[in-house]
């Protein structure tokens, strides 16, 4: 079993709500930049731990609108959850690493992290994934549904059974405490899971997390990796 599995937690929109979660150590904090979202962001990011990688989330931006709020935000991570194409995220991991601001703010020369999403129901094409490798930085799994994220449901985990690549992976969509079990079967296996992404099983209302209920998760996440 995995014993550095990282956590995101994503779709954070109030700001006294993002520094309760970030008291709780994450690895990730996600923001979402779509207006379509309930989770769309439109405030100010309180002043979050440099452990902690702020991560902007994007459906089918155009590449200025990300570069604007990776150097607006201090953005480590990107996470592209539309239809971007190999060559589109190939031209913004060059503009990420060259069209940023100020050396700094930190953000300067450092390589931002890029997810790439894919949806997934019951099925799901691998090869697809090949022309992304060697260009982003970890895939990120995600039911495939009406809404682009927080659906509120699991794909079926075993269509990863089929998985071919090296590449990590984040797992996500409708991830909550009734998953416990499944997350525990799928860190036994060889798949290279790097994350969880959590995000609607946690909110009281669109974009407001649970801290109490987040918390308890964390923990026994943690005691199933150290224990393992």
């Not at 979050?48 to 931006?61: E, R």
């Not at 090869?127 to 509120?152: H, P, R």
């Amino acid at each position: 079993m995995k014993n550095n599995l990282k956590i995101k937690v994503c779709g954070m929109k109030h700001p006294e709500n993002i520094v309760e979660v970030e008291a709780l150590q994450p690895d990730y904090l996600g923001f979402i930049f779509y207006e379509k979202s309930p989770r769309n962001f439109e405030k100010n990011i309180p002043e979050v731990s440099n452990t902690i990688k702020k991560t902007g989330v994007f459906v089918d931006a155009s590449i200025n609108f990300i570069i604007e709020k990776v150097n607006e935000f201090g953005f480590k991570a990107v996470q592209l959850h539309g239809n971007e194409s190999a060559e589109y995220c190939e031209e913004l991991k060059g503009r990420l690493l060259f069209d940023c601001a100020e050396p700094e703010n930190g953000i300067c020369g450092l390589p931002i992290e890029i997810f790439k999403v894919f949806g997934i129901k019951d099925q799901f094409d691998f090869s697809v994934l090949a022309e992304y490798e060697g260009i982003v930085d970890y895939f990120l799994f995600d039911t495939k549904g009406k809404e682009k994220g927080g659906n509120g449901y699991t794909f079926d985990w075993s269509v990863l059974k089929n998985y071919n690549s090296k590449m990590p992976i984040i797992l996500s969509g409708g991830i909550g405490p009734k998953e416990l079990n499944k997350i525990e079967q799928i860190l036994k296996t060889d798949l290279p899971i790097y994350a969880l992404d959590l995000n609607s099983k946690f909110e009281e209302g669109p974009g407001l997390k649970d801290t109490a209920l987040l918390n308890e998760f964390l923990k026994k996440v943690k005691m199933l990796t150290v224990n393992s």
